[in-house]
């Protein structure tokens, strides 16, 4: 069973800064892409940010220039760095990863979420 752990959400002024983390655990044998997405209410989940093995990136156009994915391979933690945050920043984010197993197979498998709140 594969488990994501998230962290480094909360409540942030316009313009300030927040890093989230995820490390995953279990059963893990590769995992080829790491990434973030979000869902504000009422709204569908979106992606933020993946970042392959590889370490190609890929952003939504909303987060660009703003937000910064990185990942540590040897650790299998991802990591988001979100500058010049707005309210519309504000979402549940969710810690996504994209591998396989050592009982075999794989899939998506996706954390709990954390909470981002934007607000003066």
């Known amino acids: 069973q594969v488990q994501l752990v998230e962290s480094g959400g909360g409540l942030v002024q316009p313009d300030g800064s927040l890093r989230l983390s995820c490390a995953p655990s279990g059963n893990i044998l590769s995992i080829y892409i790491m990434g973030w997405y979000r869902q504000a209410p009422g709204k569908q989940r979106e992606l933020v940010a993946t970042?392959?093995?590889?370490?190609?990136?890929n952003y939504a156009d909303s987060v660009k220039g703003r937000f910064t994915i990185s990942r540590d391979n040897t650790k299998n933690v991802v990591h988001l760095q979100m500058n010049s945050l707005k309210p519309e920043d504000t979402a549940v984010y969710f810690c996504?990863?994209?591998?396989?197993?050592?009982?075999?197979?794989?899939?998506?498998?996706w954390g709990q979420g954390t909470q981002v709140t934007v607000s003066s």
């Open positions: 970042i392959a093995s590889s370490g190609s990136t």
């Open positions: 996504y990863i994209h591998g396989s197993v050592y009982s075999g197979g794989g899939g998506d498998y």
